[in-house]
């Protein structure tokens, strides 16, 4: 069978308009999938990184120019050589409330699980968040730079395949948000602030039971973990974490474990409330 010339060019019409319309549905899919959040949550997540590591590195340039500066001068904002972070604490807080976060609770929930399932006293990542808060409320830039530090040096165990999972797991944003209330048992800082949000008025006086037991020279990893929750104090958390103290520990436990310490602060409570 001879092909005429018309018939070959016919062909070739039909296979490039067949293969147009194969590219024309991939294309209207693709950009259907790029038009979502869950995409958008995606490609933004790398950035929403680059961006916190960035903000991390100039605080610790800022600071090293810092101890260059007169120590007379150097606090003063009218000072014309003043070295103002603001700037990196603006993008710091930026990826606090960017959907990114969303993704690095999970993964801090994650490694924190690990960490319990192997046993492991230390993990570092347990605490990422709060040290990101403690530095937004540096005054110091030295302090501040000493900080931004560390918390960069706990990317260096972050590897390509993590970026790449936390990055895809933001597709389904649903499901992002779902593990990291699953994942909630996980964070110590998360677990304790849930369960004090959830306590009753009558419960409201354990924070003041906490600081008690202190005060009365008590040494327990647990109550001063709870204790570091209330305050916000990240080094007594950490301490606290290294020394033992266990996630799982809840408000009830504490009250049982110091009953007659718990009697003796209520009596005293309930002495002070009278006219």
């Given at each position: 069978m001879i092909l005429k010339t018309?018939?070959?060019?016919?062909?070739?019409?039909?296979?490039?308009?067949?293969?147009?319309?194969?590219?024309?549905?991939?294309?209207?899919?693709?950009?259907?999938?790029?038009?979502?959040?869950?995409?958008?949550?995606?490609?933004?997540?790398?950035?929403?990184?680059?961006?916190?590591?960035?903000?991390?590195?100039?605080?610790?340039?800022?600071?090293?120019?810092?101890?260059?500066?007169?120590?007379?001068?150097?606090?003063?904002?009218?000072?014309?050589?003043?070295?103002?972070?603001?700037?990196?604490?603006?993008?710091?807080?930026?990826?606090?409330?960017?959907?990114?976060?969303?993704?690095?609770?999970?993964?801090?929930a994650r490694k924190s699980r690990e960490a319990r399932a192997a046993k492991r006293e230390s993990e570092a990542w347990r605490i990422f968040f709060m040290e990101l808060e403690q530095l937004l409320s540096m005054s110091n830039t030295f302090a501040?730079?000493?900080?931004?530090?560390?918390?960069?040096?706990?990317?260096?165990?972050?590897?390509?395949?993590?970026?790449?999972?936390?990055?895809?797991?933001?597709?389904?944003?649903?499901?992002?948000?779902?593990?990291?209330?699953?994942?909630?048992?996980?964070?110590?800082a998360i677990k304790a602030m849930t369960e004090i949000g959830q306590e009753s008025e009558a419960d409201s006086r354990f924070p003041a039971f906490i600081t008690y037991l202190r005060e009365q020279g008590t040494k327990d990893p647990d109550v001063d973990l709870w204790w570091a929750v209330n305050s916000g104090d990240t080094a007594v958390l950490e301490d606290a974490r290294k020394r033992g103290a266990k996630l799982q520990t809840t408000q009830g436990d504490i009250v049982s474990k110091y009953h007659e310490e718990w009697?003796?602060?209520?009596?005293?409570q309930s002495a002070a409330d009278l006219p």
């Open positions: 018309s018939d070959v060019i016919a062909l070739v019409s039909a296979a490039v308009a067949g293969l147009s319309l194969v590219i024309a549905i991939l294309a209207n899919r693709s950009q259907g999938r790029i038009a979502t959040s869950g995409f958008q949550s995606a490609q933004r997540f790398k950035l929403d990184t680059a961006e916190l590591l960035a903000a991390l590195r100039g605080i610790m340039i800022k600071a090293a120019l810092y101890t260059q500066q007169d120590p007379a001068l150097r606090e003063n904002q009218d000072y014309s050589d003043y070295i103002d972070i603001r700037p990196e604490k603006a993008s710091i807080q930026r990826f606090l409330n960017s959907s990114s976060a969303v993704a690095y609770y999970a993964f801090v501040a730079g000493r900080l931004a530090a560390k918390i960069e040096m706990m990317f260096d165990d972050v590897s390509d395949q993590e970026i790449e999972e936390m990055s895809a797991g933001l597709e389904d944003l649903a499901a992002s948000i779902r593990k990291i209330l699953q994942e909630r048992p996980y964070d110590i009697e003796k602060f209520d009596a005293s």
